[in-house]
């Protein structure tokens, strides 16, 4: 029972290490302003990265992100300059996310190719579709926008919830409930967990494999949408090497990349841990953006070594 | 008591071809409602492969599939649980890195509003677990339980209320007696509400204890099928084999100790808390040490300590003369103690690579790396192996995961000779293979005893034991509790000890 959150708990503990840190390095970090300011910049990519994070815990990986998060951008920026309202280009954007993701999903199973190999085809094509839209930057200027940046919950203390945070949370608790609450969840862990044995236990492969690409392509165009509405912009080259990030949110959140183990809820905290690093270097003041990498990249070793000991010492218990 | 009428289910006409191996050729089952029905023959004749034709698991080439005579479709494992076909495959077990739970309510999980309702699932879990007098914590993962505890599961998670076809392949390989014995007794209950069960196995003792059919496949025919009492065992086996059986009890036959000289390895209080307790054991060339107690009584555990595998917290082991201070399987491997492990899914056989690639494992990892041996020795090499073993492949560059069960384990046993061992410790060698195969191993177990090698032989077969050993330790709740040699290893004086009376 508690072995299942070990790594949950790990993640935790080194989120709230690493804010305390914070904390008591610089005035004014441990607050919920800060808090809030993390969860509002990293919101985007932490809705991604519930996404992948289905696709990791059945053993597989999705390199699409992003590239899906720079055209679903582009898209939305020029449907904006055509007068569509947000609301409408997002949902039009949602559903192409997901048959983008379902097509991948789709050509896995039934060519039997590896997801690294096409999923990184739809890392290029969307990518090289960004710059048929446009090849500049484009401006949203509906009102919404503003409408969308001013929607805010206050938090105790001076900070608050800010709409692409409310959003994030909203669909995580949905991915919680799919993970943990349907027939869909547990099938993604059982293929993760050992393949050959899922088929023999009667799990749909085809249907299950189109989901689980549909949904980290669903997650991942609204992860798009929430970037494009943050920064109100369209831009070609936005996203661009997002899917690391997403992945490196996920393994951090204490799923291992073997599939099979894991939880949804780890890889908040593990896209918090990212924000918290770059939080903490921008208050440092003197170490530039470099560093945000080498001390993730840090991390993000240590993670994994970690993991591993963990996963031995329960196999070891499995042999004796 | 069976109904002969209408057969429950009717395999007629059945062909299967694989890549290069023509796996079942024009076959045919007959299944009685309520008669426990054995499938028998050699690694390779095609058992597993009927049987997963039947539920769906491989499609059939050829051939038609009827259920209380009405033809059915059945192209998916769903379609096969839908019409009450239940099966406990050989090779898998369920999700290790799921609950015990998750496991046995898979796909059929309570539900309440499109959401699962664990609290009933567990019931569920809990009820199915029941039906097999099993109690155990639903909530811990499957893996942190023994195969057996696992088998038992995979057979709990088979057994349906609607069930009227029930597969087990080779269910009690990974069983000990009071195990297997539960496991009859509930095949008893389940062949009286008037299912039909399938049975593959290699024991042929429980094949009278409990088949009223038999049917035997060779070289992917049915070459017999028949009531039990008209098959009498020579007959079986020799229906199994295509020959004479003549030779195969022989070899069994008793034989001198060969052991001489110093030991080679030796375990001073080697232990581990709460895996083993201390204890000594010594192994010279040219002797057979065997390993019996009951599952979990240590066996495995003892073997891996000696092996490296599992680090010991206390004692010491001395090889050739010489303390061993930090052993570990790269280490043994080189200095020449081999180890067959006895889950050779999770712990023997890479299934990709090929049964060439396989067999030079441990031998390029004694080299080393940089001492590459050439292609064409490595070719002459798993050669040699191939048919010192028997093993069933049309040629060695075959992946091993394509071999059936006792062939894959065959595999693991070559590898670790290919390697040319002082000391070789064999983890339940011959589960899953079949009598002659059996014979095979034995006949070559002996065999590299005169030629000088220590082997020490884990087993829950006690006849297994007797047959090969020279000195047999025996384990009891995870602690050495006696050792005996020469004529008092028998069958009686192990039970004796291991019941500690
Ligand atoms: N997926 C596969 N691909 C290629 N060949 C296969 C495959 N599965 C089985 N075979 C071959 O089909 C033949 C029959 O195998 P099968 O597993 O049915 O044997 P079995 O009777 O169950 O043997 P055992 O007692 O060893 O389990 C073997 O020669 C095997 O190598
Ligand atoms: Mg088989």
Redesign the pocket.
Known sequence: MTERYLPLMATVTVFLALFVTGGVLYEHFFSTLVLGHILADNAFIIIAAIGTTFVILSGGIDLSIGSMIGFVGVVMARLDTLGWHPLASAAVLLAFGLLFGAAQGYIIDFCDIQPFIITLAGLFMLRGACFMVTLDSIPIRHPFVDAFADTSIPLPGDGFLASSAIVMLVVLAGAIAIAHFTRFGTNVYAIGGDRASAVLMGVPMRRTTVMIYALGGFYSALGGVIYALYTSSGYPLAGTGNELNAIAAVVLGGTLLTGGVGMVAGTLFGGMILGLIATLIIFHGSLNGAWIMIASGVLLFLFIVVQRSLVGSFNLRRSS | MADTSTPRIELLGVSKS??G?R?LENVELRLNAGEVHALL??????????IKIMTGAVPRDAGEIRLDGRPVQIGTTADARALGISTVY?EVNLIPTMTVTKNLTLERQPRRFGLISWRRARALARQRLKRLNLEIDTEKPLGSYSVAIQQLVAIARALEDDTRVLVLD?PTASLDATETELLFQIVRDLKASGIAIVFIT?FLDQVYQIADRISV?RN?RLVGTGPTAELPRLKLISLMLGRELGTVEAHLASHASLASGEPVLAAKGLGRRRTMAPFDLSLRAGEVVGLAGLLGSGRTETAKLLFGAIRPDSGELVLDGKPVPHNSPRQSLRSGVAFCPEDRKAEGLLGELSVRENIMLALQTKRGWLRRLGRDEQKRLAQEMIKALAI??PDAEKPVG??????QQKVVLARSLASQPKVLILDEPTR?I?VGAHADVVRLIRRLCSEGLALLVASSELDELVAVSDRVAVLRDRRKVGEMAGADITRENIIRTIAGR
């Open positions: 694989f890549p191996v796996a023959g050699e690694n390779g004749a095609g058992k597993s492969t009927l050989q080779e290699h496949l992917g069933a492949t394509q071999l059936s069960g006792g062939n899953g079949d």
